[in-house]
């Protein structure tokens, strides 16, 4: 059993800024994917067990970056130029695979999500 747990959403203005974090019992490839209200699931952002690959769903547009600190088994999501449509659950995941995964059903474990709201 792999732990994830979440922390760092909030509440910003739209063009703000915020930064989430998924600590995970173990190294594995991370994804971060994103529910809002109504909608499916959608996937953000992948980056591989060392940090040095990462892949963004288009709507990104250069506005977040993933990262990650292996010493402590922690990604981060830092999401800057925030835009209301951004408002969502988000959720880190972790994956056994090594390649490229962008669909959930490809993620073995998740966190229990944090809310991110962009209202002013």
């Known amino acids: 059993q792999v732990d994830l747990v979440e922390w760092g959403g909030g509440v910003a203005q739209p063009g703000g800024s915020l930064t989430l974090s998924c600590a995970a019992s173990g190294r594995f490839a991370m994804g971060w994917f994103r529910q809002a209200s109504g909608k499916e699931r959608e996937f953000v952002v992948w980056i591989n067990w060392t940090g040095g690959g990462t892949v963004y769903a288009d709507f990104v547009e250069g506005r977040f970056t993933a990262s990650r600190d292996n010493d402590k088994n922690t990604v981060h999501l830092q999401m800057n130029s925030l835009k209301p449509e951004d408002t969502a659950v988000y959720y880190c995941?972790?994956?056994?695979?090594?390649?490229?995964?962008?669909?959930?059903?490809?993620?073995?474990?998740w966190g229990q999500g944090t809310q991110v709201t962009v209202s002013s």
């Open positions: 995941a972790a994956t056994g695979r090594t390649t490229f995964a962008r669909t959930a059903d490809l993620f073995d474990y």
